[in-house]
């Protein structure tokens, strides 16, 4: 045991940045701290987490790092459970006090916390954590929680504190290769990099400049990977705080001239769905199990009892044969990242014509997403499959998205080769092409191109029946209320309602 003067440990989860960082300002004001990473082997172990995640905390660990290093200090990184790694440093150095941020995330970081605020108990360690999203614990009501949300954001947001360090020789890990750690091998060669100074440039070039093509933008695939604000991985991550996303975009509004400027009309519509972003969140915080069942418990069985393999192997191998879909699987292995029209287009039509359970169809997408969030993914996947109870089903139809999205077939030839070898006549329902087109343009339905696994059009007939007739029961109406009363927003619109709302394809963490 080492004998020294009382410090606290600063725990880094989802919040690899020093800036605007309330616990590690609070401990700073306590006296010294130690600054701890902990991987963990049994949260990366779960099945929504991939090697394209950790290697882009890595890159973040790596800045913060050298941050705190400038400083005279580092970041501690340690393999271990939290607990376990807990009881090492205080054998080691006793400490007086543990300072985190919340975290609504998967089960399994759930309870890791739990094991965590036990341990705290039996060694009389205060836990201090501290709210970093506009989620509210224990929240009863939802009529105090826009103002709650707002408080948070209005606050400014915190300078890097002046640190004392302890020193902790001995505890400092090699962060293992991610198949050590059993992790799904998916890691694009084109996603975004991490670290602070990244996502402060992303921040930069958003707000300065690309705000002005993001209303409008954002839907097409071809326009959206910069007009949306591409900063949903550093947000998730923590490398920037939702504040200072806030502060930036409102300073950004305030220096704007008077008159229309399309960066404002961008900008505002930012903000919203920032407000959006920490709506779904606490979803999540409220209801823990939604990330396994239906939100509304009487859509339990609806899907359950009709799993089937071949359709999900062919939509992650981007052979769903409808050319837009596969598109945007096809982006999404190369990239990590799809907009949020596409994201949903992909749920809706995993959960309709294919009549996919959304839990495993969410897996999937919560390793291929770079910017999974928990809170709004569960919350998100729900909703496009109809399972929440209290949303508008929306079922899109792939052929109608790329006629209005990508009507040249751009995004489609870009990823998609043999799709540029089709005729512009057949670039929507290629599958109907004759034998002898596809012999003159020498590509070979069933082959170079997937066929449909369904009729489009059958499938989500029969899809929308069985859903909506279970809508109509009475007991499934009059379960809907309490789900309102829960989880409803309470947001007053500004202006008249547009025809759709606010919570349309808002598919995880991206804006």
Known sequence: MVEGPEYSIV???????????????????????????????????QQDAAAQHYRFVLECLDEVDADLRQHGGRLHVIVGEVPAVLDRLHAQAPFAALYSHQETGNAT????DKAVSRWCEQHRVAWHEFAQFGVIRRLESRERWQASWEALVAA???????????????EHSRPPPAAELGLDPFDPPRRQ?????RGMSMLRSFVDERSATYRGGISSPLSAPTACSRLSPYLASGCLSLREI?????????????GPDRRRAGLAAFISRL???????????SEPEMEFRNLHRGYDGLREQDWNPARFEALMAGRTGWPLVDACVAMLQETGWLNFRMRAMLVSVASFPLWLHWRPVGLWLARRFLDYEPGIHWSQMQMQAGTTGI??????NPIKQAQDHDPRGDFVRRWLPAMRRVPDSWLFEPWRMPADVQARCGVKVGEDIAAPLVDLAAATRQARSRLFALRARADVKAARAAIVDR?????????????????????????
Request: charged share 25%; net charge positive; with cysteine.
């Open 109 to 112: 970081s759930f309870d890791r």
């Open 487 to 511: 989880h409803g927003s309470r947001k007053r619109p500004a202006s008249p309602p547009r025809r759709r709302g606010p919570d349309e394809g808002q598919l995880t963490l991206e804006f």
């Open 156 to 170: 400014p947001p915190l300078p890097m504190p002046r640190l004392r360090f302890m020193p902790m020789p001995g």
């Open 391 to 396: 949303n508008t089903a929306r079922i899109y």
């Open 246 to 258: 806030v502060h930036s975009t409102r300073q950004r509004l305030a220096s704007l001239p008077a």
């Open 275 to 285: 407000h959006w972003h920490c709506h779904f969140i606490q979803r999540l915080e």
């Open 193 to 197: 990099r991490g670290g602070r100074s």
């Open 11 to 45: 725990w880094f989860k989802r919040d690899l940045r020093l800036e605007d960082h309330a616990a590690l300002e609070h401990a700073a004001a306590a006296g010294r701290v130690l600054c701890l990473y902990v991987i963990e082997p049994s949260l990366w172990a």
